[in-house]
């Protein structure tokens, strides 16, 4: 019985020498960790303008939807390019037929397309958004109108395209 006490001390004892020697000490460092956030924006198509059908006796108004989103503090502009040579000979075109258009800023500066004034296009005729309070997406109306009195256009599907563009 002595004999098997005095051989569970010294397991015992070469146990506890051991696991001293394995946490002798403790070093640490620290580790930094950081994230850039940069400007960004992104700008999508909520829903295009579909004018349906065009009657020349009659102005025929339509509106589309942009959805644009933005970092925090970001306050970007929003640029309708392309679909004719200027702001206000944008066309929609079947062959060789045109039918001329205009698209506006919203009234309110977001969704309202009551008595739109303000053609959008590029540079000065482009929209400034306010700041972004979040990324959290917003939506904009664009305002279209094909003016009555355009007699000479044949019958079929026009179709054209503009660019809309964000710069932050």
């Known amino acids: 019985m002595k ?96 039918l001329f258009y205009t698209l506006f800023q919203p009234t309110d500066g977001l969704l309202s397309c009551n008595n739109p004034l303000t053609t959008w296009g590029g540079g000065a005729n482009s929209l400034p958004l306010t700041k972004f309070a979040g990324y959290v997406a917003q939506e904009y109306s664009v305002c279209g109108k094909i003016a009555s009195g355009q007699n000479t256009v044949g019958t079929g599907t026009y179709t054209g395209t503009v660019t809309a563009q964000v710069d932050y």
């Open 3 to 98: 004999k098997i006490k005095k051989t569970a001390f010294l397991s015992s004892l070469v146990y506890l020498v051991s696991a001293g020697m394995a946490h002798a000490g403790t070093a640490q460092a620290n580790l930094t960790v950081q994230a850039h956030v940069q400007d960004s924006c992104k700008i999508e198509v909520a829903s295009n303008i579909d004018f349906g059908n065009y009657v020349p006796d009659a102005d025929k108004l339509a509106q589309g939807t942009l959805r644009v989103t933005c970092i925090k503090d970001v306050a970007p502009t929003v640029s309708l390019l392309g679909g004719g040579a200027l702001v206000g000979d944008r066309a929609l075109t079947n062959g060789t037929d045109n």
